[in-house]
């Protein structure tokens, strides 16, 4: 009993739910990238490389953030904020999941995606968290970068270099990512300001955060209309892009027109189904074009 | 089991060790400079032995066709690369073993970052030998050392004892400045490795201005060309691209005279105490010997020991505007009463 508890704790430390997303978006990089199926190995090391690397940074988030944890009634059973894994043995499993993720991808995968995966990494650790977290109320603007990455590190590890459109899908998760983190950070707002994080609703006010969710909602509709644009993608995308983009405009206005915190979750939750749907469109409408 | 084998150490140990390990690792940057500029990168043709050897001997030596000269330099940097891959190891394991609730962020980041830093570094050592001198690989081993050894004087400078300055003024803008010094020099340093790693030191043999052939003309999309090769193994930078990067790295010189400069000088107007003015004066002196070595390095046709000075330079003057920075956080001031 002991045992498995303590797997779980480690487990949870990963952050799996996040990775599990991040993954979808790595596999349907992978995908796009080639005409053909994607070998079978390239496919299996890539995403656990991926997926190390990426549990590597999460253990490090929750390192860091263990004092704003330790605060919340919500958070305060986390692993480290409630003392069941020490310090030491989080920065110890860190190390290792980071170093292991990045052998393999190394060694079974290709050199250009681990030395992305690295840098991917870096950006996270050190210039979202140590930079840009406290810092700026545009901290997960520019931090975005680092989580859009995942496509293009499945784009790699299948062609083993960087093609212009594999920044298709990255750029769809870089201005995605504002509006599905604002309504976290509108949700979480006091949260946020007990830990003295100058998240956008704290240092510009709720609406003129709602404001800038609808502007960048559209210019999240405009940019997911490019991979149709650009001949990637075919009309099976195109109709689901329009379909889902129409409904993140319409769940974004109907947040600006209430108060209800409660509202905030329910968009953050529909965004992050808005992008698992976006993505699995992309995916079946590239093996439409495939077989078709 | 891990629990009884470190007890809490007294902070200058630390210290000690994080000084001892930025002072290898600068050492490595500038055994890595003499590899590559003595042409030994490829010194030994394996990885990690040399001719499937750990340490040369008369087996090899007694080879004529071996250059011993170079694969003793190869090696050299080899170990020195190694010794440093343990003391960061266990300047990481002894920082986090002893890091409790009050450490800051950087405290227990920079150790998980320097240790996969460290042996992503190794790895990019074995492809510098196996991708025979692949361009890319060659810049982003040149970039992995400097961030390491960039992140090791970070995590050094905190151990440092704890200072209290008195307010200054500017505070707010110079940390700005010092953000934009920081930025301009990492991008001239990214651009200095890709003119060696390209071996377009030498393209046009003026200064200030280049000697352009007739047909040249500015090819930006070529010069960022990540899976160029070197010349004799598969497909290098054309002679326009590698002009390109030459001229790219002298804009980016002005351009960083003038930040990194304007930075020193404002630190030093503003900066009314002695520390951040000696730190000011060290950095503009950092700054015109590096001018002074890259001019050097094109009219005088890169002689050894300028172009291992103008890489060993590049070190210290990223070290000397990291240290500016460092002691210009607002922490390190004493606040402002207000009654």
């Known amino acids: 009993m002991l045992k498995t508890t303590v797997l779980q704790d480690y487990f949870m430390l990963c952050k799996p739910k996040v990775i599990i997303v991040m993954l979808v978006t790595t596999w349907v990089g992978m995908h796009l990238a080639t005409m053909t199926f ?15 690397a990426g549990s590597g940074a999460a253990v490090i988030n929750h390192l860091v953030d263990r004092h704003i944890d330790a605060k919340m009634i919500r958070t305060e059973n986390r692993p480290i904020a409630s003392k069941r894994i020490s310090i030491f043995q989080a920065a110890l499993f860190a190390s290792l999941l980071a170093m292991s993720g990045l052998l393999i991808l190394s060694f079974l995968v290709n050199f250009l995606t681990a030395f992305l995966t690295l840098l991917t990494v870096l950006g996270y650790a050190v210039l979202y968290t140590l930079f840009l977290k406290r810092r700026t109320p545009q901290n997960i603007v520019i931090g975005g970068a680092a989580g859009a990455m995942p496509p293009l590190l499945g784009w790699t590890a299948v062609t083993g270099e960087i093609d212009a459109l594999a920044w ?42 709602k404001l800038y969710m609808i502007l960048y909602t559209c210019l999240l509709f405009a940019i997911t209309l490019l991979p149709y644009a650009t001949q990637m993608s075919g009309l099976v995308y195109l109709i689901t892009a329009i379909i889902l983009g129409i409904a993140f405009l319409v769940q974004m206005l109907a947040l600006y027109r209430t108060c209800s915190t409660y509202m905030a979750l329910k968009t953050f939750s529909f965004s992050i189904i808005y992008l698992l749907l976006l993505f699995t469109a992309l995916l079946i409408d590239h093996y439409v074009q495939v077989l078709g | 089991m891990l629990g009884n084998l470190v ?37 030994c043709p394996d990885w990690p032995g040399c001719y499937g050897q750990w340490f040369l001997d008369h087996t090899v030596s007694a080879n004529p066709t071996i250059n011993m000269k170079k694969a003793w330099t190869e090696m050299t940097h080899r170990y020195m690369a190694g010794s440093l891959g343990l003391l960061i190891t266990s300047l990481a394991f002894f920082t986090l073993r002893n890091s409790n ?25 074995k492809w510098t030998v196996t991708l025979k001198l692949l361009p890319s690989v060659v810049m982003a081993h040149l970039l992995g050392g400097m961030t390491t050894l960039a992140l090791l004087w970070w995590l050094t400078l905190t151990f440092l004892p704890k200072i209290k300055l008195v307010q200054l003024k500017y505070l707010k803008k110079l940390q700005r400045w010092s953000l934009i010094a920081l930025t301009t020099l990492s991008i001239q340093i990214l651009l200095g490795g890709w003119t060696s790693a390209n071996y377009a030191a030498l393209v046009c043999l003026d200064f200030p ?8 003309h500015l090819d930006f999309l070529e010069t960022f060309r990540l899976n160029a090769e070197v010349a004799g193994i598969g497909e ?8 390109t990067i030459q001229l790219l790295h002298r804009i980016g010189a002005l351009f960083t005279t003038l930040t990194v400069g304007g930075f020193s000088a404002l630190s030093w107007i503003y900066g009314k105490n002695f520390l951040i003015r000696a730190l000011s004066l060290l950095t503009m002196f950092l700054l015109i010997t590096q001018i002074s070595l890259g001019i050097t390095n094109v009219l005088m046709l890169l002689p050894l020991s300028i172009a291992v000075a103008h890489n060993f330079v590049a070190a210290l003057l990223l070290l000397s505007v990291i240290t500016l920075m460092y002691y210009l956080h607002p922490s390190h001031y004493k606040s402002y009463e207000h009654h």
């Open chain 2, 7 to 43: 007890r809490p150490y007294h902070p200058k140990i630390f210290l000690f060790l994080a000084l001892i390990t930025t002072a290898t690792a600068l050492i490595v940057i500038g055994l890595g400079a003499y590899t590559r500029l003595t042409d030994s990168g490829l010194g």
């Open chain 2, 209 to 216: 201005f280049c000697q352009i052939p007739q047909d040249f």
């Open chain 1, 168 to 209: 298709l899908p990255v750029l769809i998760i870089f201005v995605w990512t504002p509006p599905h983190f604002w309504a976290l950070a509108i949700y979480r707002k006091e949260d946020y300001q007990n830990a003295n994080i100058p998240m956008l609703p704290i240092t510009h006010g709720v609406p003129f955060t």
């Open chain 2, 236 to 243: 290098p930078l054309t002679q326009n691209a590698r002009i």
């Open chain 1, 38 to 52: 994607v070998p079978w190995d390239i496919l299996i090391f890539g995403t656990i490389g991926i997926a190390l």
């Open chain 2, 101 to 125: 609730d009050e450490n800051s962020k950087k405290v227990l980041i920079l150790p998980i970052v320097l240790i996969v830093l460290m042996l992503f570094q190794a790895l990019l050592g």
